[in-house]
């Protein structure tokens, strides 16, 4: 294999190169202004192809001591747009993915006296906790 044909290994920017944290906080904040001027959803994806790498780069580059703060900064925006969206939004299965699948969100289950509840932490629709005779407070 010649040099110029090296293969790019897993968490290398598509470029050939690494961006310098300065570099990375530049291009991090024209990631936010494009996605508010086009009117783009905020997500980590498009915030890794923003900054020419993948996602598995992205993580390096959130473990790097140098670039760790803009990144969690910067997901931490990816995060709080998914969230804005499960009440800004009617149709929000797409935000509920991503917090359950990028955040660690999840649903909880509680088992009480051999029935099983199910608290949906993240649903769209305003779901009443029961109270101990297993009805709503709407009384549904």
Known sequence: MKEKEKKRGRGQPFGSRKFTPEEIDKKIEEF???????????????????????????RCYKKDKNTSGSIKKALAACQEYAEDRL???????????????????????????????????IGCENMDKPDDAGTSKNGK
């Open 32 to 58: 936010f202004e494009f996605c508010k001027t086009e009117n783009k959803p905020v997500t980590i994806t498009r915030l890794a192809r923003f900054i020419e790498c993948d996602r598995d780069t992205l």
């Open 87 to 121: 009440f800004t939004h009617q149709q929000c299965t797409g935000a509920i993915f991503t917090l359950k699948n990028n955040y660690g969100w999840r649903d909880v289950k509680e088992v009480e006296g051999g029935i099983t509840v199910l608290y949906n932490i």
